[in-house]
């Protein structure tokens, strides 16, 4: 991860986005205009959808500029 990579989080996933990485095919804010929006700051709402709604979005990214990872769920341990 680059110093430049951008983390958002809405508590159950973090989104990464690495602008370096982004080719700007709008395909996010085509798909998914409440969380991807490029007139706003910070340009990802994570709170605009729900998380298997981003998860879908982020997996159409061409480039592999956005990805997630699922945040550790704190005090219970699986199994
Ligand atoms: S879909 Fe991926 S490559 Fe296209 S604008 Fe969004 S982040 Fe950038």
Known sequence: MSD????YSNGEITVVW???VCIHSGKC???????????A???????G?????IIQQ???CP????SYFRNEKV???AG
């Open 4 to 7: 430049s990579d951008k983390n």
């Open 18 to 20: 690495k602008p370096g």
């Open 29 to 39: 804010v085509q798909g998914l205009g409440e969380v991807f929006n490029v007139h």
């Open 41 to 47: 700051r910070p340009w990802i709402n994570i709170a």
């Open 49 to 53: 959808s729900s998380t298997e709604r």
């Open 58 to 60: 982020v997996d159409q």
């Open 63 to 66: 480039s592999g500029a956005l």
């Open 75 to 77: 005090g219970k341990a």
